[in-house]
């Protein structure tokens, strides 16, 4: 068995860098910024969106990309709370969550990029962020603390906070209060 595992696993390897395996593309440009700087990727669900973190003189920010284009997508909220670190995009990018430099804290934002509206998650003073995900339909963010020295996993239920941001063609489930699904 093992004999048979050994040439498919080289074969499989093999294939990773060319072919029908899959094709390698740039992000496209950065904003007119070089891409020695860029770091923390994030796809959203069906990779149509790019987040980001770049270096910039101002300290590190977030970019939004369309992709295979490269054409940068503003943000109306993250420009004005830097640095950040840890994007994290829903399925179709319209939520955008970060972590942010609020004076002395990292704090857990999420910006709604249809509705335009900005939501800032709050965690006890002696949790100190250090990574976020948020789910791709936007219904749970988890967010990676540290708490007297041991990194835990605070989970944060979104459902009442966000619309869901389902992949195109699902359709929701039920028709309203009171209407069974």
Known sequence: MAAL???????????????????RRSAGPAGGLAE????????????????????RSSGTTLLLQEQPSGRVVNLRH??????????SLSWNGRYVAALVQQGSQRVPLIEDRLSGSLHRLTLPADH???????????GRLAVQVVQNGQSRVRLFDLAGL????????????????????
Request: proline share 14%; aromatic share 4%; hydrophobic share 35%.
């Open 128 to 138: 100190t962020p250090l990574r976020l995900s948020l789910s791709p339909e936007a």
């Open 5 to 23: 595992l050994l040439p498919a696993s080289i074969m499989l390897l093999a294939g990773c860098g060319s072919g029908a395996w899959f094709t």
């Open 36 to 55: 020695v700087s860029r770091q923390e990727p994030a796809l959203s669900g069906q990779g149509r969106l790019l987040a980001s973190v770049v270096e």
């Open 78 to 87: 993250f420009q004005r709370h830097q640095p950040h670190s840890s994007p």
């Open 162 to 181: 966000l619309e869901p941001d389902r992949p195109g063609g699902i359709a929701i489930q039920g028709g309203g209060p009171g209407v069974p699904p």
